[in-house]
């Protein structure tokens, strides 16, 4: 009877129900043990039931990829095809959400390599305007990008690209530079051939000095915004932020520089707001 339910499940079940509620209830050890099932008719029930969640995540990767990973996790094939379909699926028919869940999913499970590659396409979904400093998936960014620099320089590279298109927050792009600049890359266990060169990487040379760049930018966009629409409550607030911008050029080898000729540019294309500008020059000069 419960190998009819699932072969028929299309008929009987949404592809959710079919995987989150028919194929986990199938395939429990309460099950197992309530109808006394002996070891072939066990193999035949996981059989059934990696099936069902195959055809469900084909039909809606979204909700069931998860649960069809979980459940494919001790058939190397169905796992693998499972993976496959994800991947697939991921430009069309997944959130960034779900994608950093099985990226997680896939690092639980020793897999940093795939972990790595579901994160690299949760970040190509994603966007991260410069006032979303609270966005939901910044946690998700930075776990992506400490896996990333656990792996080594080649992953670190291919994803700044990544990040540099997907996020233009300001504070999160310089919190992911300091991050980086702490260590060197490839600190990650239980990925062969990888050996961690002991040097932290330099911001002067790619793929660094792009994230420097592009953070920098962040920073002078985001200034302009805020004083588009600036009332004097939030002038305080304002030297604050500028004070994390100046941390971020002194970074740069000519950041001094820089930030000089950026804050001149502020006092005389906002002179008009002199209360703010005097602020600006009690602070920076």
Same mark, same amino acid.
């Given at each position: 009877?419960?190998?009819? &339910? ?9 592809p =959710?129900?079919?995987t ?10 309460? =099950? ?6 002996d ?7 996981d059989?059934?039931?990696?099936? *069902?969640a ?9 909700? +069931?990829?998860?649960? #069809?990973?979980t459940?494919c996790?001790?058939n ?22 779900h994608?950093?869940?099985?990226a ?15 994160a ?5 979904? *994603?966007?991260? #305007? ?12 930075l776990?992506? +990008? ?13 994803i700044?690209p990544?990040v &540099? ?8 792009l ?18 062969p ?15 660094? +000095? ?5 953070? &920098? ?8 915004s805020?004083?588009?629409h ?11 932020? *500028? ?5 971020t ?7 001094h ?8 540019n ?9 209360k703010?500008?005097m602020?600006?020059r009690?602070?920076?000069g």
């Amino acid at each position: 009877a419960l190998i009819n &339910i699932m072969q028929s499940w299309y008929s009987l079940f949404t592809p =959710t129900e079919a995987t989150t509620i028919v194929a986990v209830t199938v395939t429990s050890h309460s =099950t197992v043990l309530r109808l006394n099932l002996d070891y072939a008719q066990r193999e035949e029930l996981d059989s059934c039931a990696r099936t *069902l969640a195959l055809q469900c995540t084909m039909k809606d990767p979204q909700s +069931c990829a998860l649960s #069809a990973l979980t459940l494919c996790e001790k058939n190397h094939v169905a796992f693998e095809t499972a993976y496959q379909i994800v991947v697939d699926s991921a430009a069309t028919g997944m959130s960034y959400s779900h994608l950093f869940t099985i990226a997680r999913y896939m690092e639980h499970k020793g897999f940093p390599i795939r972990a790595y590659k579901m994160a690299s396409l949760g970040l190509s979904h *994603l966007g991260v #305007a410069y006032n979303q400093d609270t966005h939901p998936a910044i946690n998700d960014v930075l776990w992506a +990008c400490s896996l990333s620099h656990s792996l080594g320089k080649t992953e670190l590279a291919a994803i700044v690209p990544l990040v &540099i298109k997907s996020v233009q927050c300001a504070p999160v792009l310089s919190d992911i530079l300091r991050r980086w600049t702490m260590s060197a890359p490839g600190l990650a266990t239980g990925v062969p051939g990888r050996r961690n060169s002991g040097k932290v990487m330099s911001t002067e040379k790619a793929p660094l +000095c792009q994230l420097l760049d592009a953070t &920098i930018g962040a920073y002078v966009c985001t200034t302009h915004s805020r004083l588009t629409h600036i009332s004097p409550r939030h002038y305080g607030e304002f030297i604050e932020f *500028l004070s994390k911008a100046r941390e971020t050029f002194l970074i740069a080898h000519d950041g001094h520089l820089q930030f000089t000729q950026f804050i001149d540019n502020l006092k005389q294309t906002y002179k008009g707001k002199k209360k703010l500008m005097m602020l600006v020059r009690e602070r920076f000069g």
